[in-house]
């Protein structure tokens, strides 16, 4: 089946238990394919003139996000980053004839550079510069918007002189900014003097490159080097969440450092300046998710590069949770960079022992795959208690969400709210136990994702070892143990299961992505897969989250949240075990 933002949106959340195989099939029939010949691909009209980028285009596109359904659209000059992406409707929305031409099943997953040489990339890019060659005040048009702006384009379709793209100024966005006045008056005392950045203005900013929904690289004038500019386009308190994190936490050389400055822009309504994000320093050295697949591959992934690095990131989980008395939520190759310059994989050339850098403090809560189980169950609690199904409903879920508790956390994600300071610290070692594995094995990530695509995907899959040390085995399988609460890419079946595998509907049975398609596969282990249709994904997802919810039912009435992470080791009993293996 076709991969669409839609489809994973659903079959991803434990709210996908309440959709009927009715509806499910009709939301993903190929309506766009039934068209009249006016709009039929069969129409020499409707060919696309070109998949290639336009000469002298004033646009490019550095990335996606949602689910290849936000483009990180950005002008070809040198350009203040006001973060105005292009937005499109659900890939099954194209034409499907125009649909395969473009792409689109690729672009869910794509990332970074590789979102670029899509189709549908270069298509977006061709339209936006056909808006701005017709109309002569377009570029300056943008410049006026509120910052993340958005661009929608309704239709994608053949001719983009037919492709509408409508203006959606974000004026709420900057309503929900804070000036730096206020943001001192929120924090008071916790926040010393002397720790606030320099202020400097959004219009200071040249756009380099979109790295990230979140992450621009950019200059600054009348400065030398290239600067991360933080920001975000959807909600401003988790920003500042972020930044009273890093302005209060003592500097460690494993963790990013203070911004340099905070960034401000002229409101367009009531005089304000609002802080719309804040300077990092440019790490260079690539993240976790790159370098190990690319180091492993080369053979310079040594047994001491492996040991230094996970001794880091402990030391810098250490430091961070003694300082602040808080958690650490994202752990992952994603968020895990090395300092000094990056490799040169054409060329062969590795920096010897770079040291990592933890990145991202905001506390929003990590994948699904790499949460531990006791945070696992309150997340799908959440997403069962915000569907509108599940009070209606008479199943054995609707029990789940009565007592669940309904209680302001701030910013951060939730569920850590109701683990204690011990509990929060067990929870973090099932990521790094995740981490680790990672790390030794030279993985992107520990198991594929169907939601997100890697430059290197992940060749083994967690609990499968191949060249990690026995000790370090052990570690890691104290760390994160034989739970369940997987999301739909993990629920690999045991040795004495492997007999089951080729049945149908089993739970055992799992979502995998195989290029642009949604396909029903079984762990990695026994290695079977079959491509089939819209009946089989949505089998396949109902009989997951039965299972999953069936595992959450026992997992809350014998309140095994309370006790899960008990046996797992301490980030200083992690700390000795790496030691013992560098020494």
């Given at each position: 089946m076709?991969?669409s933002?839609?489809i994973?949106e659903?079959?991803?959340?434990p ?5 009927s195989?009715?509806?499910f ?8 394919g039934?068209?009249?010949w ?13 998949l ?12 996606a996000?949602r689910y290849?359904?936000?483009?990180f659209?950005?002008?070809?000059t040198n350009s203040?980053?006001?973060?105005i ?7 099954k ?6 649909r395969?031409?473009l792409?689109?099943?690729r672009s869910?997953?794509a ?15 061709n ?15 943008l410049?006026?918007l509120p910052?993340?702006s ?6 994608v ?7 509408s793209l409508q ?13 730096i006045?206020?943001l001192?008056?929120?924090w008071g005392?916790?926040v010393a003097?002397e720790?606030?950045p320099?202020?400097i203005s959004?219009e ?9 929904d979140t992450?621009?690289?950019?200059t ?8 991360i ?16 994190i ?18 401000t822009?002229?409101?367009?309504f ?16 690539g993240?976790?998710r ?12 040594t ?14 989980l250490i430091?961070f ?7 650490y ?9 090395l300092s000094?310059?990056?490799a ?5 050339t ?22 531990p ?14 569907d ?8 054995p ?13 701030g910013h ?10 011990e ?8 990521s790094l ?5 990672c790390?030794?094995?030279g993985?992107?990530n520990s198991?594929q ?8 995907e992940?060749?083994l ?11 370090i085995?052990q570690l890691?399988s104290r760390?994160?143990?034989?739970e ?8 690999p079946?045991t040795?004495?299961?492997a ?6 509907l089993?739970?055992?049975?799992r979502l995998?992505?195989?290029g642009g ?13 079959r491509?089939c ?5 949505y089998?396949?997802g109902i009989?997951?989250w ?8 026992n ?6 949240y309370q006790?899960?992470g008990k ?14 293996i560098?020494?």
């Amino acid at each position: 089946m076709e991969l669409s933002s839609r489809i994973l949106e659903q079959v991803l959340e434990p709210s996908f238990i309440f959709k009927s195989r009715e509806e499910f099939l009709r939301q993903h029939s190929d309506t766009a394919g039934s068209v009249p010949w006016a709009d039929s691909q069969l129409n020499p009209r409707n060919r696309i003139e070109t998949l290639n980028t336009r000469p002298g285009c004033v646009w490019r596109i550095d990335g996606a996000t949602r689910y290849g359904t936000q483009f990180f659209t950005v002008p070809a000059t040198n350009s203040v980053p006001l973060r105005i992406d292009t937005y499109i409707r659900d890939q099954k929305d194209v034409p499907i004839a125009l649909r395969h031409v473009l792409d689109c099943g690729r672009s869910v997953v794509a990332r970074s550079s590789r979102v670029r040489q899509l189709a549908i990339a270069r298509h977006i890019c061709n339209a936006l510069d056909r808006r701005s060659r017709i109309e002569e005040a377009f570029m300056e048009r943008l410049k006026e918007l509120p910052f993340g702006s958005k661009l929608v384009c309704h239709n994608v379709v053949a001719d983009v002189t037919r492709m509408s793209l409508q203006i959606v100024p974000a004026y709420d966005l900057e309503r929900r900014m804070l000036s730096i006045q206020k943001l001192r008056q929120l924090w008071g005392d916790d926040v010393a003097e002397e720790t606030w950045p320099e202020i400097i203005s959004l219009e200071e900013l040249s756009m380099k490159q979109q790295l990230h929904d979140t992450i621009s690289v950019v200059t600054i004038n009348g400065r030398p080097g290239k600067y991360i500019f933080k920001s975000t386009t959807n909600e401003p308190a988790v920003l500042y969440h972020e930044l009273k994190i890093l302005l209060t936490m003592p500097p460690h050389p494993n963790i990013i450092k203070r911004p340099i400055n905070l960034v401000t822009k002229a409101c367009c309504f009531g005089g304000k300046r609002g802080v719309c994000g804040m300077i990092l320093e440019y790490i260079t050295g690539g993240a976790l998710r790159d370098v190990l697949p690319e180091r492993a591959l080369s053979g310079t992934l040594t047994l001491r590069c492996k040991v230094k690095w996970s001794r880091e990131v402990v030391i810098a989980l250490i430091h961070f949770r003694e300082s602040t008395k808080s958690f650490y939520s994202d752990l992952r190759p994603d968020n895990v960079l090395l300092s000094g310059p990056s490799a040169d994989v054409a060329k062969g050339t590795y920096p010897p022992f770079p040291n990592v850098v933890l990145v991202d403090f905001e506390q929003r809560g990590n994948w699904p795959s790499w949460t531990p189980p006791e945070l696992r169950c309150f997340r799908y609690l959440k997403d069962l208690a915000d569907d509108p199904r599940t009070t209606a409903d008479q199943g054995p879920w609707r029990c789940f969400v009565e007592d669940y508790p309904s209680v302001d956390h701030g910013h951060h994600d939730a569920a850590w709210s109701y683990l204690s300071f011990e509990a929060q610290e067990k929870a973090m070692s099932y990521s790094l136990g995740l981490l680790m594995y990672c790390i030794f094995e030279g993985l992107s990530n520990s198991r594929q994702n169907l939601a997100t695509g890697f430059d290197w995907e992940p060749g083994l899959e967690f609990p499968e070892f191949k060249a990690t040390p026995a000790a370090i085995r052990q570690l890691i399988s104290r760390c994160v143990g034989n739970e369940s609460f997987s999301d739909p890419t993990l629920r690999p079946c045991t040795d004495g299961e492997a007999g089951l595998c080729d049945q149908a509907l089993r739970t055992q049975q799992r979502l995998k992505r195989e290029g642009g398609r949604l396909i029903v596969g079984l762990c990695t282990r026994h290695g079977s897969t079959r491509d089939c249709g819209k009946d089989c994904i949505y089998e396949a997802g109902i009989n997951h989250w039965k299972g999953t919810l069936k595992e959450l039912e026992n997992f809350l009435a014998t309140r095994r949240y309370q006790t899960i992470g008990k046996t797992r080791p301490t980030f200083k009993e992690i700390l000795a075990v790496l030691e013992q293996i560098g020494s």
